[in-house]
């Protein structure tokens, strides 16, 4: 990639990373919110937020603020919605607002997704570690806060 084109893609990340993260609004939960949306050939294929399955009470955390064990993360939600389009998520960029945890990144590498774009930096990096082994291009860009 030359120059003008790496910019080109900077600033592509950057506008998809602050849907993600506008899209993380759609989430009910309470306690996180985390938006991620699949890209290839600059189309959008997917998107997902936490929560928890279809068919299930649209709320997160028990009576003790603790998050339920079967709530989906955003990047798993947007992958399962994949298997049931017509779409594939191989080679596709995956912008998620906040870095994957270890299980979101198995399903990330099984799914066939080249490149991880995140936003919010998590204190276990185990997940990002495991992308980088499986060759995956992982990228951080933090979000601008905007002016209003
Ligand atoms: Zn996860």
Known sequence: MDNSENEKQIALDRRY???????AENSYC???????????????????????????ENVCEDENNIT???????????ITK?????????????YVT???CI?????IIQAGIKRVVYSEKYRLEDGLDLL???GIEVVYIPIENEQS
Not at 17 to 23: D, K, N, Q, T
Not at 30 to 56: C, E, H, W
Request: with cysteine.
């Open 103 to 107: 299980e979101c990144s198995k399903l």
């Open 82 to 94: 994949i298997a049931r389009s017509n779409n594939s998520s191989d080679g596709a960029t995956m």
């Open 30 to 56: 309470k306690r996180r919110q985390v938006g991620a949306l699949i890209v290839k050939d600059k189309m959008i294929i997917s998107d997902g937020y936490n929560g928890t399955p279809s068919g299930f």
């Open 17 to 23: 990373i602050r849907m993600a993260s506008i899209w």
């Open 132 to 134: 980088k082994r499986a």
């Open 98 to 100: 906040a870095s994957p």
């Open 68 to 78: 339920k064990p079967y709530v989906l993360h955003a990047e798993a939600n947007a």
